[in-house]
């Protein structure tokens, strides 16, 4: 990975960059209370593998980034909690 700077004041020059923070501050960081480098980077770990494999993404026809292979179509709704249940991901678990 390169570091590429980029003009100051010009957030359209990396718009997905730019949308991941602002998706972490308002779903994950505003609302927790972290102590410690160890708690904030426990919180973004979790954050991410929440965002790519269960987050809906609505310019991509809500689907998930990288979709992980389950059995779908059984009766039963189950729920995966991550930080506490501040990030919830619904799913049909296999019969």
């Known amino acids: 990975m390169d570091v590429v700077p980029i003009p100051p004041k010009s957030p359209n020059c990396n718009p997905h960059a730019e949308r991941f923070v602002r998706s972490v501050?308002?779903?994950?960081?505003?609302?927790?209370?972290?102590?410690?480098?160890?708690?904030l980077e426990r919180a973004l770990r979790e954050y991410r593998l929440h965002y790519l494999r269960e987050r809906n993404h609505q310019g991509l026809g809500n689907t998930l980034l990288e979709p992980i292979s389950q059995d779908a179509g059984g009766p039963r709704v189950e729920c995966r909690e991550r930080l506490g249940g501040l990030l919830r991901y619904y799913y049909r678990a296999a019969a």
Request: glycine residues 6%; charged residues 40%.
């Open 25 to 39: 501050k308002e779903e994950c960081l505003d609302r927790m209370i972290l102590f410690g480098r160890n708690a």
